[in-house]
């Protein structure tokens, strides 16, 4: 895969819709989140048309703030998950990347005082609007020994939401999309930030 990859959430729809793209504009992944379900199942895509599935993420209960988020191939194959850590990320977001019972990278919000100034920020009649431009939040993905792999930020902008990923080291393809997988989730979870 080439980096860096853009993710845009589609502006005006009903239901989030997130598209994934190379630096050539070839489409990676399409994601569209079915709205008013109590047990989340997210279907990524191979395009726009939603005519090819590529992974399924499923959560393991119904709402809660620290579910457990399963992946798995268009063969019902299981390729790793994702989960919130609770009430530790409250004031720092952070995400846990899982092969089978291990952890394998960590997602964590790289400065959380963004998102408190960006809230207070966008409370401010008139002004508040530009917020996109002023507090952007980045998260990393981090390997149990403290190494950077990917960067995700959000892109300065006044009404879009765009973010873009950078590689930073190398990774086997199946960590890689455990990490790419887990980092669209996230963003649908935090998609109320930033």
Do not use: C
């Not at 191979?46 to 268009?74: C, E, G, H, M, P």
């Not at 966008?122 to 390997?143: D, H, M, R, S, W």
Request: no cysteine; glycine share 4%; net charge positive.
């Amino acid at each position: 895969m080439q980096y860096p990859l853009t993710l845009t959430f589609k502006l005006w729809a009903f239901a989030p819709q997130i598209s994934v793209v190379d630096p050539q504009e070839r489409l990676i992944f399409y994601v569209r989140q079915k709205l008013f379900r109590f047990k989340e199942a997210i279907n990524v895509f191979a395009d726009v048309n939603r005519t090819q599935v590529l992974y399924n993420i499923k959560a393991d209960r119904i709402i809660d703030f620290s579910a457990l988020y399963t992946f798995s191939d268009a063969n019902g194959v299981y390729v790793g998950a994702v989960k919130r850590r609770g009430f530790r990320s409250l004031w720092r977001s952070r995400y846990d990347i899982f092969y089978g019972e291990q952890v394998l990278m960590t997602i964590r919000e790289e400065n959380p005082w963004v998102k408190i100034f960006d809230a207070l920020f966008a409370e401010i009649p008139i002004v508040g609007i530009f917020t996109g431009f002023v507090f952007n939040p980045v998260y990393l993905v981090t390997l149990p020994d403290g190494q950077v792999v990917m960067r995700l930020e959000k892109v300065p902008a006044f009404l879009s939401r765009i973010f873009t990923i950078k590689q930073l080291a190398p990774m086997h393809s199946h960590d890689e999309t455990r990490a790419l997988l887990s980092l669209l989730m996230m963003l649908l979870l935090e998609r109320t930030r930033g």
